[in-house]
């Protein structure tokens, strides 16, 4: 786990290098936040589903 814990914080490093995404991810935390508030599980699976997505999708364009 700690081997993977590295991991993720090089690429979320590297995912928020972008400044447009900084902010993108933070909208998604506060949607995501709202939802588990709202103890919509459903809605805040899916928003952490696209959350994850778009930072890989960041992330792939970064570096190909």
Not at 17 to 39: C, D, M, N, Y
């Amino acid at each position: 786990l700690t081997d993977l814990h590295r991991k993720i914080k090089v690429y979320r490093k590297l995912s928020l290098s972008v400044s447009e995404r900084i902010e993108k991810s933070l909208r998604e935390h506060r949607e995501i936040l709202e939802a588990i508030k709202k103890r919509d599980t459903s809605l805040a699976e899916q928003l952490t589903t696209k959350h994850v997505e778009a930072a890989m999708s960041n992330l792939l364009a970064i570096v190909e």
